[in-house]
């Protein structure tokens, strides 16, 4: 039975039912599980270790609710740097089919450093292509290595061009082996207990990318053995209009019509939705991973996130892909959503008087969507705030830095509204992946030589 003693925080954001925020907070935690949550005063005084965490402020883990990790390897490729979608996604293909095993390995560990590094403690990726014998089971060992939690999507493509789809047919597989693989995958991995390292995901590419009969499949046996579903939807323009030309429905609809909807599904982008399907999301617990950066990025438009939260929906926030946001970094994704979505209110709001304008987001929303709002998305109770019971996970950032000078009267709203900083502290289940800043668990500069020579390989071909 170990302990951890966190001390003297110069405040603790809890994210507790009651949003809590403890001065001279700490924690007191047995075996990765936090027993106590308030301030020092209050908590033991002696542990097996103890954190002293003067000048820093502590905030819950943060939970990224969709990345494609493999893309770090293709971050500014030149011919799909000023692409839309459909564009960018024809460019790179090629490029992905030529991805190895040890390429999913290296990529992984890449992504997931750099999100330990910015205060992640809990990353969900969609992998969906398994060129030249990858396998999710390669992302899964490279993420063992680093000590993030991972809820690890099988994804997948079955509808290539041949068949009316966007891939090219070179990187789809078949339904029955995608299936089958899904099946070992849950059977091999998927972990339902409190405090889980590992959760596998079902989930299918999009609607462009896979048939109708795969959807139904997978939501079935995901159902059968109790994991979740995930896929992308509505996040273009091009996408609506794909979907009624070749199902005769809107995406969301589709997705009603193949039994896509409920507790235990979340959708990235979410961003072509109307006010009836913001309410079908609502009464069915569907939850979405708002991307700001990616969907920037890719000039795909701005998410509905303040519609979606007066609603009740469930949102959390992704990184993406990093070929389309060409970065991993959780809490300056936590800044994106907070300014796209006053942008969003701006240009709403033009011809309304300032009485009817809509609210704008606060930093403390933003920090929610970030922690709480990512343990919603992804269906977990024991992650996404600190209270007595839940997982150890969390961030500290020091507070006495450039960046954060002349803005320490209101520290929460420093972490968001000013520069994104890199974590001091991140500890995942107790543990340190982070520790004055510098990542514990690899050898990060063997790390980036061997991502860069990958990258240069699957460029050159």
Same mark, same amino acid.
């Given at each position: ?15 507790? !039912? ?15 599980? &936090? ?51 459909? #564009? ?14 040890? !390429? ?41 290595? &680093? ?52 959760? &596998? ?198 507070? #006495? ?61």
């Amino acid at each position: 039975m170990s302990t951890l003693l966190v001390k003297h925080a110069a405040l603790l954001i809890t994210m507790d !039912d009651l949003r809590r925020e403890i001065p001279e907070g700490g924690l007191f935690i047995r075996d990765g599980f &936090i027993e106590q949550v308030g301030a020092t005063s209050e908590l033991p005084t002696t542990a097996d270790e103890v954190l002293d965490l003067r000048g820093h402020i502590v905030i819950p883990g943060l939970i990224n609710t969709h990345h494609h990790f493999y893309q770090t390897l293709t971050r500014a490729v030149p011919a799909a740097q000023n692409a839309n979608l459909f #564009n960018w996604l024809k460019t790179l293909y090629p490029i992905w089919a030529r991805m190895t095993p040890e !390429d999913i390995y290296i990529s992984t560990q890449t992504a997931l450093a750099e999100l330990a590094l910015s205060g992640c403690t809990t990353a969900s990726d969609h992998l969906y292509l398994f060129p030249n014998g990858s396998r999710l089971d390669d992302e899964i060992a490279a993420a063992q290595e &680093i000590g993030v939690r991972l809820h690890a999507s099988r994804g997948s493509m079955s509808l290539g061009e041949s068949q009316g789809g966007l891939p090219p047919d070179s990187v789809v597989d078949t339904e029955d082996h995608i299936l089958r693989d899904s099946q070992r995958l849950i059977e091999t991995y998927h972990d339902p207990k409190p405090g889980a390292m590992v959760q &596998i995901v079902l989930a299918p590419c999009s609607p462009f990318s896979v048939t109708g009969d795969l959807m139904r499949e997978s939501a079935r046996l995901a159902r059968q053995y109790g994991v979740h579903l995930h896929t992308h939807l509505a996040e273009t323009q091009d996408e609506e209009v794909f979907c009624l030309q070749k199902f005769g429905y809107r995406p969301v609809a589709y997705m009603e019509s193949l039994e896509w909807v409920g507790n235990d599904v979340w959708f990235a982008h979410a961003v072509h939705v109307n006010t009836a399907e913001i309410q079908v999301f609502a009464q069915t617990g569907c939850g979405v991973a708002h991307c700001p950066s990616s969907n920037m990025r890719l000039a795909s438009g701005i998410a509905p996130v303040m519609r979606y939260l007066a609603h009740g929906v469930k949102v959390g926030l992704g990184v993406d892909g990093s070929a389309s946001n060409d970065s991993s970094h959780m809490l300056g994704e936590a800044r994106q959503a907070m300014l796209l979505a006053r942008l969003a209110a701006g240009l709403e709001g033009a011809s309304l008087s300032s009485q009817d304008a809509p609210p704008l987001m606060t930093a403390r929303q933003a920090l929610e969507l970030a922690t709480r709002g990512g343990a919603a998305v992804l269906g977990r109770s024991d992650i996404g705030s600190l209270e007595p019971g839940k997982c150890a996970d969390f961030v500290a950032f020091n507070l #006495n830095t450039l960046d954060y000078a002349g803005a320490l009267h209101d520290p929460v709203a420093a972490l968001v509204f000013c520069q994104p900083q890199r974590a001091s502290y991140t500890v995942v289940h107790g543990r340190m992946i982070v520790k004055d800043g510098v990542l514990q668990t690899l050898d990060l500069p063997r790390l980036i030589e061997r991502h860069n020579r990958a990258a240069q390989r699957l460029l050159q071909g």
